[in-house]
């Protein structure tokens, strides 16, 4: 059973930094672009950041571009969330995701086909 755990979410002030880390089992995680989505309180769940299967390319929102940075290690099945300048609207627990997706980047949730618990980022002001 395939399994995405993610680590590293917390309380930090404003403009302050977390690193979110996604660790998978059982899955061959080269053959996965892997994305993070996320998801505030009353909110749907949105799109955040992804990478594609070999880590060569990426792809995020305009409202985290220049701010968080996505990376994957295939050897170590990890996939990382560096987050910078953190803002309040950032606040949400995160959700790291596994999709079979060949060369691409895939935005929308139906595309990912493995979803970890989630991790809470919460940004005080």
């Known amino acids: 059973q395939v399994q995405l755990v993610e680590s590293g979410g917390g309380l930090v002030q404003t403009g302050g930094s977390l690193r979110l880390s996604c660790a998978a089992s059982?899955?061959?995680?080269?053959?996965?672009?892997m994305g993070w989505f996320r998801q505030a309180p009353g909110k749907e769940r949105e799109f955040v950041t992804a990478i594609n299967w070999s880590g060569s390319r990426t792809y995020s929102a305009v409202f985290v571009k220049g701010r968080f940075t996505i990376s994957k290690t295939n050897a170590q099945n990890t996939v990382y969330l560096q987050m910078n300048s953190l803002k309040p609207e950032d606040t949400a627990v995160y959700y790291c995701?596994?999709?079979?997706?060949?060369?691409?980047?895939?935005?929308?949730?139906?595309?990912?086909?493995?979803w970890g618990q989630g991790t809470q980022v919460t940004v005080s002001s």
């Open positions: 995701a596994a999709a079979w997706a060949p060369g691409a980047i895939p935005t929308m949730r139906p595309s990912y086909q493995y």
């Open positions: 059982t899955l061959t995680f080269s053959n996965y672009a």
